[in-house]
C-alpha cells in the first residue's frame, strides 16, 4: 500500500539508493535524526530529497554526500516529560515541561561549499 | 566609497574576560553611511568575517533595564554574523520605536520615568521588537538572532557561541558605557545578577519578554535554583556607581520595588540605602525565596536603617549594589578597536 508520507526507515534507504545511483562506492553519511525512532516524513520533501541526492551524485569527482538534518528554526520549544517510576514498574507521577533550545544554524554545514543552492521552503 | 565605523570589543579582551567578540554600532554611524540597518549589518558580517554578534544603538533614543529602570540609550537593531554571512530568516531583528501613549503608561507604572525625569522625556523608547518585527518567530520564541554559532539573545543583553558554549552577559549600564566610551566593569555575573535577571516587569514588547511577568513576580521561578542558572557567566556590566545614579533616579520619582520596579537585589539595595518605601507584600513567596538565597532578607530589608544621601550612595556603590564576583573595571576605549567596513 502506498501512503502519502514516508516511513523513517525508508527515507534513510530512499536517500542511500539516490546517493549510489551513479556510483555504489559513493559514501552517504545521515546525521541529525539519530535520536528518533519512528517518524513521518512529508513524501513531497522526500522525492525533491532524492533528486537532490541524485544531482550532487551524478558529478563523478564526488566521494562522499554529507546530509545534515537540523531545524530551520534554530530556536526550537519541546516539551518534556519528567516521569516517575515506581519501584513495582510502574509509572507514577508525571510532570510536562518546555525546553527552549538553540542549536548551531545551517551556516555552520555549508559555509565552506563553493556552491549553494537555497531550496528551502520559505517563511513568507 | 563609504565607511562604515563600527566598535570591536575583541574575543580575548579584557586579560581574556570577553569570550566572544562583540560589535557595538552607533545609528548615527549608519546613517551617515546611507544604509539601512541591515545593510549595516551586511557590510559588517562581509568585513569581519568572523563569529560575531552586532548592536546597533541609538544614543538619542531610551529603552529599560529588565527590572524596570529606564536607560538613556536604545537597541534599534540586533543580528548574529558568522562566516560572513547572516542567516536570511533568524540572524537579523530590527526593533521598532514604541510610541507614547497614556495607555502605555497606565499600563506600565515603572514607564512614569519617561514622563517625569528630564533625561528622559520627549525620547524615543525602543525595548524589544514586537511580533511583525519578530516574524517568522513564534511568540514564545526568544528574542534573539541565531547565524551559524552566534545567538544574539535577549536584545542584544546575552551572547552565546552555541558550539563551543561561551556566553557573555551585557547588561544595560555595560552597553551604556561601551557606546559612551567610559568604563566597564567586567567579571562573572555572580548569584545575585542570575537571581536579579528574573526579576522583571511587565511591559508589552520588552527587551526579554512581553505582557508576562509583574513587578513583585519572578520570570525564573525555580527556587534555590535561580542563583546558579546565570552566575558563571561573565558579564560586561556599567560600574555600580553607574546602576546606583539610575536607579536612584527612578526611586526619587516615587517608584516603589514591588509594585512598580522590579524586586532585583541591586533596586532592593539601592531603595534600602535611600530609606525609601518597598512593596514586601507584593513581593510573591517564590521571589522571597530567590532573594532569601542571595542573602536579600525581609526581615533586614524591614530593619530601621538611616537613610543614606545620594552623594554617599554614589561613593559606596560598590558596597552598596551586590553582585558580580571578580570584577574589574576597564577603560572602553582600553578594551575596544574602532574599525571600519567598507560599504
Given at each position: 500500500m502506498k501512503l502519502m508520507h514516508t516511513k523513517l526507515p525508508d527515507f534513510y534507504k530512499k536517500l542511500q539508493d539516490a546517493g549510489k545511483?551513479?556510483?555504489?562506492d559513493t559514501e552517504v553519511v545521515v546525521r541529525g535524526?539519530?535520536?528518533?525512532e519512528s517518524a513521518k516524513l512529508a513524501s513531497l520533501r522526500v522525492g525533491r530529497a532524492e533528486e537532490f541526492m541524485e544531482e550532487l551524485a551524478e558529478?563523478?569527482?564526488?566521494a562522499k554526500i554529507e546530509v545534515t538534518v537540523l531545524p530551520q528554526i534554530p530556536e526550537t520549544i519541546h516539551t518534556i516529560v519528567f516521569k516517575a517510576i515506581k519501584k513495582d514498574g510502574t509509572a507514577g507521577k508525571a510532570i510536562l515541561g518546555s525546553m527552549f533550545i538553540t542549536t548551531p544554524a545551517a551556516e555552520c554545514y555549508?559555509?565552506?561549499?563553493?556552491e549553494v543552492d537555497d531550496r528551502r521552503v520559505p517563511f513568507d | 566609497m563609504n565607511k562604515l565605523k563600527y566598535k570591536l570589543i575583541p574575543q580575548g579582551a579584557a586579560e581574556g574576560r570577553n569570550p566572544i567578540h562583540l560589535i557595538f554600532v552607533d545609528k548615527k554611524d549608519v546613517v551617515a553611511a546611507g544604509l539601512t540597518y541591515r545593510q549595516a549589518c551586511e557590510v559588517i558580517a562581509k568585513d569581519f568575517k568572523e563569529p560575531s554578534a552586532i548592536n546597533i544603538i541609538d544614543m538619542d533614543a531610551v529603552t529599560v533595564s529588565s527590572d524596570g529602570i529606564m536607560v538613556?540609550?536604545?537597541?534599534v537593531a540586533f543580528a548574529s554574523v558568522d562566516y560572513g554571512m547572516i542567516?536570511?530568516?533568524?540572524?537579523y531583528l530590527e526593533v521598532s520605536e514604541q510610541p507614547y501613549s497614556t495607555k502605555l503608561l497606565a499600563e506600565e507604572p515603572h514607564m512614569k520615568q519617561w514622563d517625569n525625569i528630564d533625561a528622559y522625556k520627549g525620547k524615543r523608547l525602543y525595548r524589544g521588537p514586537n511580533f511583525e518585527d519578530r516574524w517568522?518567530?513564534?511568540?514564545?520564541?526568544?528574542t534573539q538572532t541565531i547565524t551559524g554559532r552566534i545567538a544574539n539573545n535577549n536584545t542584544g543583553s546575552e551572547v552565546m557561541n552555541?558550539?563551543?558554549?561561551t556566553e557573555v552577559l551585557i547588561p544595560a549600564y555595560g552597553a551604556l558605557e561601551i557606546m559612551k566610551d567610559g568604563e566597564v566593569l567586567i567579571g562573572v555575573a555572580g548569584p545575585e545578577i542570575s537571581v536579579g535577571i528574573g526579576m522583571v516587569v511587565f511591559e508589552t514588547y520588552g527587551r526579554i519578554f512581553h505582557r508576562s511577568y509583574g513587578a513583585g513576580?519572578?520570570?525564573?521561578?525555580?527556587?534555590?535554583?535561580a542563583k546558579t542558572v546565570k552566575s558563571d557567566y561573565p558579564a560586561i556590566a556599567g560600574p555600580k556607581r553607574t546602576l546606583a545614579e539610575y536607579t536612584m533616579r527612578a526611586l526619587e520619582i516615587g517608584l516603589v520595588p514591588g509594585k512598580d520596579l522590579g524586586c532585583s537585589p541591586a533596586v532592593l539595595s539601592i531603595a534600602k540605602a535611600m530609606g525609601k518605601p518597598i512593596a514586601f507584600d507584593n513581593i510573591e513567596e517564590r521571589a522571597w525565596i530567590e532573594l532569601e538565597s542571595v542573602g536579600i532578607r525581609r526581615a533586614d530589608l524591614e530593619a530601621p536603617s538611616t537613610p543614606m544621601t545620594r552623594e554617599e550612595i554614589l561613593a559606596k556603590a560598590d558596597e552598596i549594589v551586590p553582585g558580580l564576583t571578580d570584577g574589574k573595571l576597564f577603560k572602553v576605549a582600553d578594551i575596544s578597536e574602532i574599525r571600519y567596513a567598507e560599504c
Open positions: 545511483k551513479f556510483n555504489p535524526m539519530e535520536n528518533m558529478n563523478p569527482d564526488v555549508y559555509h565552506d561549499a563553493e | 538613556d540609550y536604545g537597541i542567516n536570511k530568516d533568524f540572524g517568522p518567530r513564534v511568540p514564545h520564541n526568544e552555541v558550539v563551543d558554549m513576580l519572578t520570570a525564573h521561578n525555580s527556587g534555590k535554583y
